[in-house]
């Protein structure tokens, strides 16, 4: 689980996770993405919701990361 000083920005499959990270590494946003069904895999149980995985942001770069996914989508 992550602290509360992370916040969901988004849910998506790979490749929107991708682009976003991408996006985000540029402007200095050091994204966290969880993948539930690759940690699954790795464990050696069934995959809950496949190629879906969701990003987290710092809570004091939220607002700018909302802005820049804004642009992409």
Not at 30 to 47: C, Y
Not at 48 to 69: G, T
């Amino acid at each position: 689980m992550l602290s509360n000083s992370f916040i969901h920005l988004f849910t998506g499959s790979s490749i929107d996770v991708i682009l976003i990270v991408a996006t985000l590494e540029k402007i200095n946003i050091n994204p966290v993405v969880k993948d539930e069904g690759e940690s699954a895999r790795l464990a050696g149980f069934g995959i809950p919701a496949p190629l879906l995985q969701r990003v987290f942001v710092h809570s004091d770069e939220y607002k700018k990361a909302v802005k820049i996914i804004g642009t992409i989508f």
